[in-house]
């Protein structure tokens, strides 16, 4: 049963630190999104990468976001520092064409 | 600004009843259309999808409707039952991105609640 893999599911921080966000995608998919869930926004599209480079990242804080994906099997979204602002649930998703398959997501709680 | 906007936060059905879910775009050039559904604690599952040539797509209990005219989508729960109580996500997908590849643009969600 292929599914998008994200670790961890839980995170709770001290403001000011380093998270790092983890997602394996499923076998075979040439393209990963990281998205992030707000109440306000629904989901909002941080990074995308096709065949492991990325195409869009306009939808992330440069100064402290980055997102990489060393090798085909693991892709990361890195926050540093993190601020209280950063508090969601952020999900990782791999794709064919032109659908998407979610991760459960990391519900990150910086205080 | 939002491309794709879901207007109502949530939505209250009785079971048995039809649930009618609406979703407007902005933009004219979105090509297809997808429909999702997130229960709580879980990530987004892929529910039905209708291409920009159709105007109606039916799987089931689920029919999705497409007005490009009035560029708005429906979609349309019938019989609702109480395990479709979840968070409905509509996503559009731009073929103009310089990627090349279809970027999915996600409304802020609809939660269906479906009471006995």
């Not at chain 1, 921080?13 to 998270?19: A, N, R, S």
């Not at chain 1, 480079?53 to 892709?75: N, Q």
């Not at chain 2, 997130?38 to 920009?52: D, M, R, W």
Request: net charge neutral; hydrophobic share 35%.
């Amino acid at each position: 049963d292929a599914r998008v893999t994200q670790t961890p599911r839980h995170k709770v921080t001290e403001m000011g630190q380093e998270v790092t966000m983890r997602c394996q995608p499923i076998l075979g998919h040439n393209t990963v999104f990281w998205y992030r869930q707000t109440m306000m926004q629904g989901l909002e599209l941080l990074a995308y990468f096709r065949n492991r480079a990325p195409l869009d990242d306009s939808g992330m804080p440069k100064d402290r976001f980055s997102a990489e994906m060393p090798d085909a099997t693991l892709a990361t979204l890195k926050i540093q520092p993190s601020e209280p602002r950063d508090s969601a649930v952020y999900f990782c998703a791999s794709g064919t064409n032109t659908e998407a398959f979610f991760g459960q997501g990391t519900r990150l709680t910086v205080v | 600004d939002q491309q794709v906007k879901q207007n109502s936060p949530s939505l209250s059905v009785q079971e048995g009843r039809i649930s009618i879910l609406n979703c407007d775009y902005t933009n004219s050039m979105f090509d297809y259309f997808l429909w999702y559904k997130k229960y709580p604690a879980e990530g987004p599952t892929f529910l039905i999808s209708i291409s920009s040539i159709k105007d109606k797509n039916e799987d089931g209990r689920f029919t999705v409707f497409l007005n490009k005219s009035a560029k708005h989508l429906s979609l349309h729960i019938v019989p609702s039952q109480p395990g479709d109580s979840a968070v409905y996500f509509c996503a559009a997908s731009d073929p103009t991105f310089s990627g090349g590849y279809n970027k999915l643009i996600f409304g802020a969600g609809t939660r269906l609640a479906v009471h006995p």
